[in-house]
């Protein structure tokens, strides 16, 4: 079968997960190598989707920021906002670069009662749905690879079954020759 | 509430809208309701070429023709996998052409023992950004992966119990 991988990913880490994978479960036949495919396909589903979610929680997070700052730093009359905004947008950009800016905002946040928690926490609300679909796209990956290590292991019960039947008609065999002549 | 005026305006009108009449705009029109395909089974020559090959790969030496049959059917499932998952890939890339402009360097020409990363560069922000807006018609898709996959094992199932108990 043919991956699937992207042209931004790394084919190497694909190859590792996908050796990995083979001699974990070592496939006999046709049927357990599509099992261990499949396996290898859904596994870096999984590690696809969350880097996604990592990456729409982190792409938030400066943008949660200069809202929390910008309710902390608008004055109740509301005057200069534009100015507020400004204050609060080199802020959020400094936040994560800036010694400075950094500790700025974590005055700022102590002096409003809040830690940085609460940018997680309205990073999560401003992408919420994104988060859900990401979430519901790994989660179904989750469920493929599990799905198809239950069939794996259901396969090989049968074939167990079936190779024993063959080794116990071997063993008749051998002794019938024994039994004739006793 | 529309009057009676009102009504009888909007039925000439529509008499007017007769849809597509070029030959062009009736071939676009003709794909409106084209989402992705799925629904549909596969019916060129070189894909029936590869089904025939798989399904014999998954019949082995049997003759039965029960064994025929399901190896078919596996095949066939297996093959809407394929289909499947190659959609989900060309909407990835497509997204990511999209949001990069096609100029994203590929990782393995940056650095080889570079593991996957979370959101620290801004190519992977485009990455993340070009696959978020992707994510509900992904979601959407995996129905059919889903389903695909269950009728391939559920035939597998079935191949190798009819072999063992041919072998009883």
Redesign the interface.
């Known amino acids: 079968?043919?991956f699937?991988i992207?042209?931004?990913?790394?084919?190497?880490?694909f190859a590792k997960l996908k050796a990995e994978v083979e001699s974990g479960i070592d496939p006999t036949d046709?049927?357990e190598r599509?099992f261990v495919d499949?396996i290898v396909?859904h596994t870096w589903g999984i590690?696809?989707y969350q880097?996604?979610e990592?990456?729409?929680?982190?792409?938030a997070l400066r943008k949660a920021l200069a809202q929390i700052l910008y309710e902390i730093l608008l004055p109740p009359s509301k005057a200069m906002a534009t100015k507020c905004w400004m204050s609060a947008q080199r802020l959020a950009h400094g936040w994560l670069l800036d010694p400075q800016s950094n500790r700025q905002v974590a005055s700022l946040l102590k002096e409003a009662g809040l830690d940085e928690s609460a940018i997680a926490a309205k990073a999560h609300t401003l992408v919420a749905d994104?988060l859900a679909?990401?979430n519901?796209?790994s989660k179904?990956a989750r469920?493929?690879r599990d799905?198809?290590l239950r069939?794996i292991a259901?396969?090989r019960k049968?074939?167990a079954?079936?190779l024993r039947?063959?080794s116990d008609r071997a063993l008749v065999a051998d002794q019938a020759p024994l039994i004739a002549g006793a | 509430m529309a009057s009676e005026r009102q009504i009888l305006a909007n039925r000439r009108n529509a008499q007017k809208s007769t849809g597509p009449t070029t030959v062009l705009g009736k071939k676009r029109s003709s794909k409106n309701a084209y989402k992705h395909g799925l629904s549909l089974p596969m019916c060129n020559v070189g894909s029936q070429k590869q089904l025939e090959e798989l399904s014999r790969?998954?019949a082995g030496d049997a003759s039965d023709a029960t064994i025929l049959e399901l190896a078919e059917r596996a095949a066939d499932a297996?093959a809407d996998l394929?289909r499947v998952?190659?959609v989900?890939?060309a909407l990835?890339?497509g997204a990511?052409m999209k949001t990069q402009g096609g100029n994203?360097a590929?990782?393995?020409l940056l650095d080889?023992?570079?593991?996957?990363?979370?959101?620290?560069t801004e190519?992977?922000?485009l990455?993340?950004?070009a696959?978020?807006h992707i994510?509900?018609k992904?979601?959407k898709i995996?129905r059919y992966?889903?389903r695909a996959?269950r009728r391939?094992?559920r035939a597998?199932?079935e191949l190798?119990?009819i072999?063992?108990a041919n072998?009883?």
């Open positions: 079968m043919s699937n992207l042209r931004t990913e790394s084919k190497s880490e046709v049927f599509g499949d396909h590690k696809r880097r996604v990592t990456g729409i929680l982190n792409n994104d679909n990401a519901r796209m179904s469920e493929g799905r198809a069939s259901k396969y049968s074939l079954v079936q039947q063959n | 790969l998954f297996q394929i998952r190659e989900k890939t990835l890339e990511l994203l590929q990782p393995e080889s023992s570079r593991p996957l990363l979370t959101g620290e190519e992977e922000q990455f993340v950004n696959v978020r994510l509900p992904l979601t995996n992966e889903k996959a391939r094992d597998i199932h190798a119990s072999k063992s072998k009883k």
